[in-house]
């Protein structure tokens, strides 16, 4: 007879040190556990309360300002650092850490309307209504530096107010938005370029990041203009029927870009076709003054003139966050910190504000077991997100008395619209009228 001796090895099940965790050995057979779906709705439920508890997302808010913040741009040499611009012509170097400013850059006469950082992070150029652009050095956030920012490297005076500016990828090139669409060098005193398209002066502009020489503007006359430096003039034009206050370009997908309309609506575009939006995305009750995308892509932030930021999923038509203070006013620059772990807005009330881009998340050094459970909540969230009581937790957000009253008046408004289109359709003569998709109705025509 053969007999089965049960024998294991003692470091299977012992501890290597005294505050080591038991080791917990488990059978996964589903035979054995015929509860397990309603134990992790249970789980996902309470997953779904405890976000709601521990969201908190305004960290702090960073004053120095004594006008409104109008303007911002990233240091890509430095994670924590940013830099902003104000209505009285203050540019302040900001370290996002201690929330203090590093330096100031004194010089312009008049609001500042853009700012921009070269590739490697060491020059500023900033422009304004007082006709100049201005290079500035930039000091490291060590207050030891020795880089005099009293005064710019370089001024360039030219014939028209400035509007916006972008700075290329990797090289000495940068552009000017105004009355019409300059193309700078660092080492040369006026443009070495020009484009315009029709006389309206143009809002803002951004370089492409994964071709360098394609660029992107709004202009005053409604429309969205596509520039290549290669050649001599600009080769497509999109006019919609409101105003586009801000571009922004995906960095993942290039070939996307997004524009912030006064119609209190986002729409990302594919630069070949652009007599149709891919996404529309609502929620705003005001029109929308910028937009920035997250470095990962796959989110984008807007700043309002209804006092909230929020964040948007880039193929999301509707926001998934919104965050908003008593006493922030209109929001007129937004943009995502380096590492995608922050948001930073500047407002009319003189205040950069510093917000999580996950409201619920921890901040600090997590352990492994901590970043594990976190993970296994946002599966289980995720799994049952379709039952009705964990998408009624996981989507309810406050709302100030304001927006949410002005969210009802648009609702209004775009059922009573779409009645009438209903009606139009169904008392006219087949094929007479056709009705146009959403995403190609605001598109009045496309030029090239």
């Known amino acids: 007879m053969k007999v089965k001796v049960i024998s294991r090895s003692a470091e299977d099940f012992t501890r290597e040190r005294s505050k080591d965790l038991q080791k917990v050995f488990r059978n996964y057979d589903p035979n054995l556990h015929?509860?397990?779906?309603?134990?992790?709705?249970?789980?996902?439920?309470?997953?779904?309360?405890?976000?709601?508890?521990?969201?908190?997302?305004?960290?702090?808010?960073?004053?120095?300002?004594?006008d409104a913040v109008s303007c911002m741009a990233k240091n890509p040499n430095y994670l924590k650092a940013i830099f902003s611009g104000s209505m009285d012509g203050d540019i302040r170097l900001w370290d996002l850490a201690t929330r203090k400013t590093v330096c100031q850059f004194p010089g312009h006469q008049g609001a500042v309307k853009g700012l921009t950082s070269s590739t490697n992070g060491e020059l500023l150029v900033s422009c304004g209504t007082d006709c100049t652009v201005r290079l500035w050095k930039v000091p490291s956030?060590?207050?030891?530096?020795?880089?005099?920012?009293?005064?710019?490297?370089?001024i360039y005076t030219w014939k028209h107010a400035f509007r916006g500016v972008d700075?290329?990828?990797?090289?000495?090139?940068?552009?000017?938005?105004?009355?019409?669409?300059?193309?700078?060098?660092?080492?040369?005193?006026?443009?070495?370029?020009?484009?315009?398209?029709?006389?309206?002066?143009?809002?803002s502009i951004r370089f492409n990041p994964?071709?360098?020489?394609?660029?992107?503007t709004s202009s005053s006359d409604r429309g969205v203009v596509l520039y290549d430096l290669r050649t001599s003039s600009p080769f497509k034009k999109n006019i919609m029927q409101t105003k586009t206050n801000s571009i922004c370009w995906n960095p993942m997908e290039p070939i996307n870009f997004t524009a912030a309309n006064e119609d209190c609506n986002c729409y990302t575009f594919d630069a070949r076709k652009l007599d149709e939006a891919k996404v529309v995305h609502k929620d705003h009750v005001s029109a929308v003054m910028d937009v920035d995308y997250s470095p990962t892509g796959r989110e984008f932030v807007t700043g309002s003139y209804d006092r909230t930021v929020r964040i948007f999923n880039y193929n999301g038509d509707h926001s998934r966050e919104i965050y908003h203070t008593k006493r922030m006013q209109r929001v007129f620059c937004v943009r995502y910190s380096c590492d995608a772990s922050y948001v930073i807005s500047g407002s009319d009330d003189t205040n950069l504000r510093l917000w999580k881009s996950k409201a619920s998340e921890q901040l600090g050094v997590l352990l492994p077991r901590e970043r594990k459970k976190?993970?296994?909540?946002?599966?289980?969230?995720?799994?049952?997100?379709?039952?009705?009581?964990?998408?009624?937790?996981?989507?309810?957000?406050?709302?100030?008395k304001p927006v949410y009253k002005a969210a009802i008046l648009r609702r209004t408004v775009t059922e009573a619209e779409n009645r009438k289109e209903q009606r139009r359709q169904a008392h006219s003569a087949p094929g007479s009228s056709s009705r146009k998709p959403f995403r190609k109705r605001k598109i009045i025509k496309e030029e090239s």
Do not use: C
Not at 374 to 400: N, T
């Open 374 to 400: 976190h993970e296994y909540h946002d599966a289980l969230k995720a799994r049952f997100k379709h039952l009705p009581e964990i998408r009624r937790i996981v989507k309810h957000r406050h709302l100030p």
């Open 141 to 154: 956030l060590n207050f030891d530096s020795t880089v005099d920012t009293s005064k710019p490297s370089a």
């Open 210 to 216: 994964g071709e360098p020489n394609l660029l992107a």
């Open 167 to 203: 700075h290329q990828w990797n090289s000495s090139i940068f552009a000017t938005a105004g009355a019409q669409v300059d193309i700078w060098d660092h080492n040369r005193s006026e443009p070495i370029n020009t484009f315009q398209w029709g006389n309206d002066s143009v809002i």
């Open 34 to 66: 015929t509860q397990e779906k309603a134990v992790e709705y249970t789980r996902a439920l309470n997953a779904a309360k405890l976000e709601k508890i521990f969201a908190k997302p305004f960290i702090g808010a960073m004053d120095g300002h004594i």
